[in-house]
């Protein structure tokens, strides 16, 4: 069935650093990419998103590259920040006649002053 | 924030019970997807309502049910309520015919004792 695989599932980094988290996919037919990260008693609010016909996108510090080839894609957070941490949740989707998100397990960022 | 609104924001229910979430989407949002998240876990589809119709299901047996009305919003239904329904609740409203971009609101905790 459809699956989305997510990696670290924990991430500490030093403030400043660079953070990057992977993300595949099993559904070949999946064309929308969101990007969610989820604080503590929230719910999850999109960040970032990526359309297959899109190789990569960046807004800001926060950047997604895709391979659709490969059914990769992965989120760069660069000079992260101590608001940055919390839990990330990468998700495909495909454009049918209903919106079907299917969710990795999260990785859960620290962001060490 | 989105604009997505949940209520309540807790319930404590009993093994066997059965309980009402409601959902109110977004403004210009005609759709409404409703997914349960599990501690430590990313969200699973249940299911989504387009035109006050399902418009798509997770796996999720029966006695997961919803609604949803004329002025979009919506309901999840649990009945005959077992210890592993407890979990976050959370629901995302879209428009199916314009970006598939779904936004969610703070959920709902529910913890069946």
């Known amino acids: 069935g459809e699956n989305v695989e997510q990696h670290p599932s924990t991430l500490s980094v030093q403030e400043g650093d660079s953070a990057v988290i992977k993300c595949t996919y099993s559904?070949?037919?999946?064309?929308?990419f969101p990007w969610y990260k989820q604080e503590l008693g929230k719910g999850p609010q999109l960040i970032i998103d990526?359309?297959?016909?899109?190789g990569e996108k960046k807004d800001q510090r926060i950047a997604v590259t895709l391979n659709k080839t490969a059914k990769h894609f992965s989120l760069h957070i660069t000079e992260t920040q101590p608001e940055d941490s919390a839990v990330y949740f990468c998700?495909?989707?495909?454009?049918?006649?209903?919106?079907?998100?299917?969710f990795g397990p999260g990785t859960s960022l620290s962001v060490i002053p | 924030e989105t604009g997505v609104t949940q209520s309540p924001t807790h319930l404590i229910k009993t093994r066997g019970q059965q309980v009402t979430l409601r959902c109110s989407s977004q403004s210009g949002h005609n759709t409404v997807s409703w997914y349960q998240q599990a501690l430590g876990q990313g969200p699973q589809f249940i299911f989504q309502y387009y035109r006050e119709e399902e418009n798509g299901r997770g796996n999720f047996p029966p006695r997961f049910s919803g609604l949803q009305f004329p002025n979009y919003s919506s309901e999840l239904n649990v009945n005959a309520l077992e210890l592993d329904d407890s979990a976050l609740y959370l629901c995302?409203?879209?428009?199916?015919?314009?970006?598939?971009?779904?936004?969610f609101g703070p959920g709902t905790r529910l913890t069946v004792l």
């Open positions: 998700a495909a989707s495909r454009k049918t006649s209903y919106d079907k998100v299917i």
């Open positions: 559904d070949s037919a999946s064309n929308y």
């Open positions: 995302a409203s879209s428009s199916l015919l314009g970006p598939d971009t779904q936004y």
């Open positions: 990526i359309r297959s016909n899109v």
